[in-house]
């Protein structure tokens, strides 16, 4: 167990040391200056050294690759480009709280109103509920997310009047974003949810406990649901990505100031420094998720052999 | 809460095959487990509703454009932010343009890609899955660390990060799908390969002197054929979508050049006063998503008979 954690967590380094590396040299390679060329260029010379020098732009690119990634185990990721000298981290810091908010509240309750449809939709298989379950589902993963935000946002905001269309004001303004986020959790943890539990409803030993006499409750809290919930784990990795990813169209819809609207930002106005970071704090998410699910898996359920790898 | 409910009524006893005396007949080469599969893929009712509304929206998409005089990139401040009309089908944007060869122009955009991200998938990822499963030992693992590196990263950022240093675009859309698109199917051949390697008539092949090529398309690639198939049909909408997320964001497609994603973030900033403008190509978007994933569920359930309820 400890070995497979410290070749995962020697796996992790690796990983963000080659993506670091890459978004580095992509970004030097990248077409466009972050500065107003034009205004730049009618600067004495001295001074266009001196901003140059402030953001380290006139050592040879090898030296500030390693000024860069000295830098960053300090946690400090350079100064914005575009943000006129604020450090990179700085900005993080200020936007990361919407889309914490909103990434979490998706996650739980997407996650739960799943499950209670899942459950549902096993025990009154090819019921009325089972169908609409079902529908959900698969509108849920159809519906590419940003439809769904625009189309909330249409309806609900616009033409209902019933929540604020967009913007970070109150707390009912994260309402609209968080539904348009979850949806997509709703639909994964449900569908997958459902198929686990009537595979498990299913199994022999189900028919045993059954047969020794047990109430349905007894089996089902204690035999079915147990043993379906640890697949359903595995489907979070995939979620929180789409969580992710999600964050970028939706908090851009809603005009949220999240992490994800200042990606896409920052991508727009060629602000390297703070693509990065961004770039990085998202890998670093991704792999821990990914880590973290996996241990869980193995906690679990003692059958997974972790040092197994993934063959199956 | 019954836990399980098992009906058992005349329609249990029928004969598989409509008429028994079917199995006399002689069938050529067709394969008796590939015509099980479609029997099971008819039944579905879903998928096969999705397959007539697939080949709908591909014929629209083909003739669509041309079933007017407008073309997508055509301008006319006269008329622009028309409502639907016998002019106009589907309205008119901002600049007066037709939004319904837009929209269709639109859709031969996501069929294009969803045509890529098949034949990559099938091309590349099959090939990569393959070899890393046939060769095994160090071939094996260089792949693989090359496959942990694509994985570690959320797909979308490598596209993202492709696109800065590119100019964005279809060209640039395609080569990110080309470096990401594959991963899934390479995992999954290669670990199915992994399964069958180990099988007697594999063993016997290789006893008898076949290649290693003749191994892999004779043997391992038709016995891995549903899943590819399968995971196939998965990895069409999940392009569609990416490609449509990027334009929307505006990193994809750029005007005057329409793709659904575009359409739906001209009729996003539009909605206010002129709602068709994104409905109509929301309703496209939504009919292709829903219709591709009914369709690869229901091939899932129809080749792998263990998922039948």
């Known amino acids: 167990m ?5 070749v995962r967590l020697f796996n992790i380094v690796a990983t963000l040391f080659v993506i670091s590396t890459l978004t580095f040299f992509l970004m030097k390679q990248l077409p466009g200056s972050p500065f107003d060329e034009e205004k730049l260029a009618a600067l004495p010379d001295e001074v266009r050294t001196q901003i140059y020098d402030q953001y380290g732009l006139n050592a040879p690119v090898w030296h500030q690759y390693v000024n860069y ?11 914005s480009f575009y943000y006129q000298d604020r450090p990179v981290s700085n900005i993080i810091v200020d936007r990361i709280g919407p889309s914490a908010l909103l990434g979490i509240q998706a996650l739980i309750i997407g996650t739960a109103v799943g499950l209670i449809l899942g459950l549902i939709a096993a025990f009154k298989h090819n019921s009325m509920w089972d169908y609409i379950t079902m529908l959900i589902a698969v509108l849920g993963i159809s519906i590419p997310n940003f439809v769904f935000a625009a189309l909330l946002q249409y309806f609900v905001g616009l033409k209902w009047g019933v929540l604020p269309i967009a913007y970070w004001e109150s707390y009912q303004s994260t309402i609209l974003p968080t539904i348009a986020l979850a949806i997509g959790v709703v639909a994964v943890v449900a569908r997958f949810t459902r198929n686990e539990m009537l595979e498990v409803l299913g199994q022999d030993y189900i028919m045993t406990a059954k047969a020794k006499g047990l109430s349905s409750r007894n089996i089902i809290i204690h035999h079915a649901v147990r043993n379906a ?6 489907v979070l990795g995939p979620v929180v990505v789409s969580l992710i990813t999600g964050s970028l169209v939706i908090e851009q819809v809603f005009s949220i100031p999240g992490i994800g609207s200042l990606f896409v930002e920052s991508i727009k106005v060629n602000d390297y420094s703070m693509i990065m970071g961004v770039t990085l704090l998202f890998s670093v998410l991704f792999v821990f998720m990914v880590l973290i699910i996996d241990l869980l898996y193995g906690l679990i359920d003692p059958r997974i052999r972790l040092a197994g790898g993934k063959e199956g | 809460m019954s836990i399980e409910k098992v009906e058992i009524n005349d329609e249990s006893f029928q004969p598989v095959l409509s008429d028994p005396s079917d199995k006399e007949a002689l069938s050529g080469k067709e394969l008796v487990g590939w015509r099980n599969s479609w029997r099971r ?9 999705s397959l007539f509304v697939l080949a ?29 009309s016998s002019e106009h089908w589907l309205g008119t944007d901002k600049f007066g343009r037709d939004q319904w060869t837009r929209i269709w122009e639109g859709t031969r955009i996501s069929l294009y890609i969803a045509l890529l991200a098949a034949v990559l998938d099938l091309i590349i990822g099959v090939m990569f899955g393959a070899i890393s499963g046939v060769f095994g030992g160090k071939v094996d693992l260089v792949l693989q660390r090359i496959i942990d590196i694509l994985v570690g990263i959320p797909n979308l950022i490598v596209v993202i990060l492709l696109i800065l240093f590119m100019k964005p675009g279809i060209v640039t859309i395609s080569v990110a799908m080309v470096i990401t698109g594959w991963v899934n199917m390479a995992r999954l051949v290669r670990s199915q390969i992994f399964k069958l390697k180990t099988q007697e008539y594999v063993m016997a092949s290789q006893a008898l002197g076949a290649n290693v090529f003749r191994i892999i398309f004779k043997h391992f690639i038709p016995n891995s054929m549903s899943l590819i198939l399968v995971n196939l049909m998965f990895t069409i909408p999940s392009a569609i979508f990416t490609e449509a997320f990027l334009s929307f964001i505006g990193l994809g497609l750029q005007e005057p050049l329409a793709s659904l994603g575009v359409l739906i973030n001209d009729g996003f900033h539009a909605m206010q006063s002129h709602y068709y403008l994104l409905i109509f190509p929301s309703i496209v978007i939504v009919a292709l998503m829903v219709c591709f994933n009914l369709l690869a569920d229901g091939l899932r359930d129809a080749v792998d008979p263990k998922m039948k309820d």
Request: charged residues 10%; glycine residues 8%.
């Open chain 1, 229 to 234: 919930m640890i697949p359903v784990l595995t």
């Open chain 1, 2 to 6: 400890q070995k497979y954690i410290l």
């Open chain 2, 41 to 49: 893929l008819k039944k579905n009712k879903g998928a096969f509703v």
């Open chain 2, 56 to 84: 709908f929206i591909v014929l629209l998409a083909i003739f669509g454009p041309h079933m007017n005089s407008y073309t997508y990139y055509q301008t006319d401040y006269s008329v622009s932010f028309q409502p639907p």
């Open chain 1, 69 to 79: 990634l000295g830098n960053l185990l300090k946690g400090d990721m350079g100064l």
